[in-house]
């Protein structure tokens, strides 16, 4: 490939990157991260309900 088309192909693949992260973040990024949260969270519950409870002694 011809040097100027490999670097005129780069600068436009590299404005396409910069232009997608300056993006703002869409309802669907939101809904992800909603998701994992959630998910987090109720693997936390679920180490706290099974989590092992000393026995009272009966006396």
């Known amino acids: ?30 809904a992800a991260l909603r998701t994992r949260v959630g998910w987090a969270l109720v693997e936390v519950g679920l180490k706290l309900a099974l989590r092992p409870r000393p026995v009272p002694a009966h006396s």
């Open 1 to 30: 490939m011809h040097p100027d088309i490999h670097l005129a192909l780069h600068h436009a693949r590299a404005a396409e990157l910069r232009a997608e992260a300056d993006a703002p973040r869409t309802a669907a990024g939101g």
